[in-house]
């Protein structure tokens, strides 16, 4: 059985490369999206990665991820900080979710301190820049065999 990943992004984060490149890099969403695909498939595992500046499509994603996903990662941008709806998608998944930002929200405007995505993740990867989807994609491998053995 191949294991399927979502990573899911939110807003903005189509401008990557270009928008405040001093805290979220140079690397465009195609190059993550290219380097998380080698890591995935490197690992045995295939990659489903989507972004979009409407809440309500990624909730739609996130509900799609219920039957379709062993683990999702997800960028919610800033919609992390805001977006009761997101929870309450995320809260209806089975699957290993991990939290996932370039930068550190926690070193950056105190409103960026609060996440609506945590209490639903098994956990954050943050402050790493693109570096980060890299290590999303082992965390959520690691976390799916480990879930499979128990």
Partial sequence: MSLMLYCLNGPNL???????????GT?????IEKMMSKSANDLGAKLV???SNHEGELIDWIQEARTKASALIL??????????AIHDALKTLEIPVI????????SREPFRA?????PCAHGVIAGF????YRLSVEAAITLVNKRSKN
């Fill in 27 to 31: 690397d465009t969403l195609a190059d």
């Fill in 114 to 118: 609060k996440s609506y995505v945590a």
């Fill in 129 to 132: 820049g693109s570096a980060g």
């Fill in 99 to 106: 939290e996932l930002h370039l930068s550190n929200p926690h």
């Fill in 49 to 51: 990665f989507r972004q």
């Fill in 75 to 84: 960028n919610a941008a800033a919609y992390t900080h805001t977006s009761i």
């Fill in 14 to 24: 189509n401008l990557l490369g270009t928008r405040e490149p001093e805290i979220y």
